[in-house]
């Protein structure tokens, strides 16, 4: 039982590129969440999944897409990258709405 | 939305005590109480949460004031293990709520 794992664990982008963030679950969680973490600061939610097919906005969405084609996927996909966009992106999953979430090691992404 | 008011920073020594406080003035009836913490390069981990009694697991212990604007994060005997941020989060136990929201948390130094 792996939990949440994410890829890549740490990338460099150039201003205007694209990439998509991975994370898996492999807990059957219904509910996914990606969080993102600027230095020194707490975690701000970007998006979040209630199930397959289902996803909604969070507190911090601009410049950010995410689908969710499987109970166990949750992909994160930057299209234009800008340097505000340089952070620590956590993915995490949780059974049920309210309850413990369990989180993923994160993706440090540098935009330069 | 009810906030909380955690210290920047507090240190400890190996094997002692320590009691982590978080001030939640605003709090509602419904809000939970939970508490995460972050060890270094690493993402969040659940600690304890309850609501109104005090709370015993193997990590921790949580005492929640009378009135309940207040509540304190008790490690019995810290370890270095234990340097982390702690994070004091209020969350309300409904279907539609995905509100966790993290703000700069106590950052723990435990000395040898």
């Known amino acids: 039982n792996a939990g949440v794992t994410q890829t890549p664990k740490f990338r460099i982008l150039k201003i205007g590129q694209s990439m998509t963030l991975q994370c898996t679950q492999d807990?059957?969680?219904?509910?996914m969440y990606w969080y993102r973490q600027d230095p020194g600061m707490g975690l701000k939610l970007i998006y979040y999944?209630?199930?397959?097919?289902?996803?909604d906005k969070g507190e911090v969405p601009n410049g950010y897409n995410v689908s969710r084609s499987t109970t166990e996927d949750f992909p994160l996909r930057l299209e234009l990258a800008a340097p505000s966009q340089t952070s620590v992106y956590f993915c995490?999953?949780?059974?049920?709405?309210?309850?413990?979430?369990?989180f993923g090691p994160g993706t440090r992404l540098l935009v330069l | 939305d009810a906030k909380t008011t955690q210290p920047n920073s507090m240190e400890s020594n190996e094997e002692e005590p320590v009691h982590l406080p978080c001030n939640h003035s605003?709090?509602?009836?419904?809000?939970?109480i939970h508490w995460y913490r972050q060890l270094p390069s690493q993402g969040p981990e659940y600690v304890i949460h309850?609501?109104?009694s005090n709370v015993n697991n193997r990590m921790a212990s949580l005492a929640i004031a009378e009135d309940r604007k207040s509540s304190t994060l008790i490690l019995h005997r810290a370890t270095l293990r234990d340097a982390a941020v702690y994070y004091c989060?209020?969350?309300?136990?409904?279907?539609?709520?995905?509100?966790?929201?993290f703000g700069a948390g106590t950052r723990l130094t435990v000395k040898p």
């Open positions: 995490a999953s949780s059974l049920l709405i309210g309850e413990t979430q369990y």
């Open positions: 807990m059957n969680h219904n509910y």
């Open positions: 999944s209630v199930g397959a097919g289902i996803t």
């Open positions: 605003t709090i509602s009836g419904t809000d939970y």
């Open positions: 309850g609501l109104t």
């Open positions: 989060i209020l969350r309300v136990f409904e279907y539609n709520n995905n509100d966790m929201r």
